[in-house]
């Protein structure tokens, strides 16, 4: 039994915190925004959101931890950094791991289902870009881009678990353009021509994500 334990927390990476980390941040930064600009959010409701999203964060990386190596095992055990997981040494079998991986996904299914269905909805939508992501591998050369998306969708779950919606939740802010170099500032320009001076007053755009903004200049940015 505690070998099986052992195993089963090296399957799931429980040593490499990085990732649970990386899902979990963007979420509490996105909760701690809606709740900052949302006088309507009760304190109790804001405390009670991350706490569930930090456990099904927890939940749903390690459960992802099961569905690469289980997609990708053939092929790991022809790495050397991944040579030693454990279906690819076969430490586990196929079988006890897809076990694992139910109870995973059931009980991120529970914490799933204390909120609307809107964030029910965007739960499998986050659960199809956890089953895809190592099937990106096989498409293109760039998966970690996929990745990026898979880890900050918690992002858009944050607003449907606290507001119903990806737009509401979030007031606009703002970020004066002038305050960055000559060069960029043209290059923002160019890549966002209807922006004003400051992100958020982008005539048609008020009340959107001002993250989208963020996502626009920082492209601009990196041109």
């Known amino acids: 039994m505690k070998t099986i334990l052992k ?18 941040i ?20 804001f405390i009670f959101t991350a706490i569930l999203f930090s456990v099904g964060a927890f939940l749903m990386r390690s459960a992802g931890c099961i569905i690469n190596d289980l997609l990708d095992k ?6 050397a950094r991944t040579k ?34 809107q964030t029910i909805v965007g739960g499998f939508v986050a659960l199809g870009l956890i089953i895809t992501y190592p099937l990106m591998k096989r498409i293109t050369y760039f998966p970690q881009i996929f990745l ?6 918690g992002i858009i779950m944050a607003g449907l678990a606290l507001n119903s919606s990806i737009c509401n939740g979030f007031k606009p ?36 994500l001002p993250s989208l903004n ?8 990196a041109a």
Request: hydrophobic content about 45%; charged content about 15%; some cysteine.
């Open 84 to 117: 030693n997981r454990p279906l690819a040494s076969e430490k586990i079998s196929s079988k006890k791991a897809v076990f694992f991986l139910i109870i995973l996904l059931f009980l991120g299914l529970i914490i799933l289902l204390q909120f609307n269905y």
């Open 7 to 24: 195993t089963f927390l090296e399957l799931i990476r429980i040593k490499q915190s990085i990732g649970s980390l990386l899902l979990i």
């Open 148 to 153: 990026g998306i898979t880890f900050n969708f």
């Open 214 to 221: 963020w996502i626009c200049c920082s492209i601009s940015l």
């Open 26 to 45: 963007p979420c509490f930064l996105a909760i701690a925004l809606i709740y900052k600009t949302n006088p309507d959010i009760a304190f109790n409701k």
């Open 74 to 79: 053939n092929f790991d055990k022809k790495v």
């Open 173 to 208: 802010m703002s970020f004066t353009i002038e305050s960055v170099s000559s060069p960029s500032v043209g290059a923002f320009r160019r890549c966002c021509p209807g922006v004003n001076d400051s992100l958020g007053t982008t005539p048609g755009m008020v009340n959107s």
